[in-house]
């Protein structure tokens, strides 16, 4: 098949979603199928992978999305020769696609990765709920209804599309993640390279530093931590639109020596850092199917989070990790305070890793999709080109 993935944000800038896209991508392409990414701005970055075409935008502030009325040249030469058509993102990429997907009779999936209301939250909040959440209803729900197929991650969000926009049709195909990649680092550091010492119980965080991630209540839970319990360290793995205040946050509780941040990294490091670490700990609630927690159990850490909707379908309490009830203080802290004391209870929660991510390799994930393209092309009469 030639596959079209589709999508507002990519390569340089990295978040789960992006890391998502790359992977399945290259597994397509491991399975035989032509796949094209296409995507918007950055028209200087050099692809280290075939076939990513970008249609020039304009940057919007440092949240790595780049805006454009209308898709380049190249790329409305390529759509019709599609034989699927797969967008990751709906305002954008998806819009755009509509009017090309219907011309040419080319099917049309979905995956909605997030919790469109909760990022309007965190950054248009100056807008009164009502109206946000009205124009996000109506706009979604137009799209959704010209889909072919409408994929989510976790049952929590196909129940969230089922409420916030009468959407009740969506497929429930977990995230899936190369798991040898984290089990069996090709690359290694010590925990000295970084300043983590080799008797300390070493706290990782993977991901965006930014508001919706709640990174200031996980610095102040570890600050919790660390006033208890003299060996405990941090390990913050990414960067974001919060990074400067994250680093203001660390200096003024006096974490220094006990908080270490590599702002943003490449993807392919990710496994040698996790590597160095004994727990994975997230403050965030709005995560719709959280990769960076697969990839922690894949690197046999148990994770220590908060009870809500995306998380709560990937950690189960007592089995591979610990779940507070809310974000409050000394929630988080609590449990984390417990793991690090516990070396029965944390052996315990490793095994339960284990166990969970094997229900997450990509033949099992991407190969569902790759089954749901199938069905489509194989239903769908397409237009002359």
């Known amino acids: 098949m030639r596959i079209g993935l589709f999508c507002d944000t990519y390569m ?8 998502h896209i790359r992977l399945y991508k290259h597994y397509y392409e491991q399975q035989g199928h032509e796949v094209f990414l296409f995507t918007f701005g950055n028209h200087d970055y050099a692809d280290d992978e075939p076939h990513v075409i970008r249609t020039r935008g304009f940057e919007w502030r440092e949240t790595g999305w780049n805006l454009s009325p209308q898709f380049g040249t190249e790329t ?54 009502t109206l946000r959440y009205g124009v996000l209803t109506k706009t979604l729900s137009h799209f959704l209804n010209r889909c072919n ?18 959407y009740w049709y969506a497929t429930v195909v977990p995230n899936g993640i190369d798991v040898d990649m984290f089990a069996t680092p090709l690359t290694h550091l010590k925990r000295s390279d ?29 600050k919790q931590v660390a006033d208890k319990f003299e060996r405990a360290q941090l390990l913050m793995v990414g960067g974001g639109s919060e990074y400067e205040k994250a680093q203001e946050h660390i200096r003024a509780h006096g974490l220094g020596d006990k908080v270490i941040c590599t702002d943003m990294q490449p993807y392919e490091m990710l496994p040698a850092y996790e590597s160095l670490a004994d727990i994975f ?16 159990m894949a690197a046999s850490l148990p994770v ?32 984390m305070l417990r793991l690090a004391s516990d070396r029965a209870l944390s052996q315990k929660l490793r095994r339960g890793t284990q166990e969970t991510v094997v229900q997450y390799t990509l033949p099992h994930t991407a190969g569902k999709v790759l089954a749901e393209y199938e069905r489509l092309v194989g239903h769908t009469t397409r237009a002359l080109v």
């Open 76 to 129: 409305k030469a390529l759509i019709p020769t599609l034989d699927i058509a797969h967008t990751h993102h709906p305002f954008q990429s998806g819009y755009l696609l509509l009017p090309y997907t219907q011309r040419y009779d080319i099917p049309l999936v979905f995956t909605n990765h997030t919790r469109y209301d909760l990022y309007s939250d965190a950054y248009v909040s100056y807008v009164p709920p």
């Open 281 to 296: 700990v997230t403050g965030s609630v709005s995560e719709v199917h959280p990769l960076v927690v697969l990839e922690a």
């Open 12 to 19: 340089p800038y990295v978040s789960g979603v992006t890391n």
């Open 194 to 222: 970084l300043g983590l010492h080799d008797d300390a119980t070493v706290f990782c965080y993977a991901g965006r530093i930014a508001t919706e991630k709640n990174v200031l209540y996980l610095l102040d839970e570890f």
């Open 304 to 335: 220590v989070a908060i009870d809500s909707p995306g998380i709560r379908e990937t950690v189960c309490h007592d089995y591979n990790g610990l779940l507070a009830e809310q974000i409050a203080p000394g929630a988080l802290s609590s449990n």
């Open 149 to 166: 197929t409408v994929i989510t991650p976790s049952r929590s969000i196909a129940q969230w599309l089922a409420n916030f926009v009468q």
